[in-house]
Nanobody, 121 residues
Framework: QVQLVESGGGLVQPGGSLRLSCAASGNMFSIYVMGWYRQAPGKQRELVAT???????NYADSVKGRFTISRDNAKNTVYLQMNSLKPEDTAVYYC???????????????WGQGTQVTVSS
């Protein structure tokens, strides 16, 4: 089972940017579908973005045009570039991984511990 470690969260003002990273263990990273989820207090965990092993991406409507998911297979890392941040983006962000796309989009892959993003003035 792959181990995942997220980083890059923090406090940012509305309109600002952050880049989250998720580093994966092992030597099979390149075949994994990677997903970013988020969970705000009192809300269900929400799928934000996914990227396949071939680099195909998908985004939630709420982040389209503001967030970009990317991956660096040489570094075993997936990124989430977040621009034009809004207070409603405040949440704990988690990455999820599995070789199967359906497993990731149904939140049944491996999880990291999460990183807090707070958007506030």
């Amino acid at each position: 089972q792959v181990q995942l470690v997220e980083s890059g969260g923090g406090l940012v003002q509305p309109g600002g940017s952050l880049r989250l990273s998720c580093a994966a263990s092992g030597n099979m990273f390149s075949i994994y579908v990677m997903g970013w989820y988020r969970q705000a207090p009192g809300k269900q965990r929400e799928l934000v973005a996914t990227i396949t092993s071939g680099g195909n991406t998908n985004y939630a409507d709420s982040v389209k045009g503001r967030f970009t998911i990317s991956r660096d297979n040489a570094k075993n890392t997936v990124y989430l570039q977040m621009n034009s941040l809004k207070p409603e983006d405040t949440a704990v962000y988690y990455c999820n991984a599995d070789p199967d796309f359906y497993t990731v989009v149904t939140a049944r892959g491996s999880w990291g511990q999460g990183t807090q993003v707070t958007v506030s003035s």
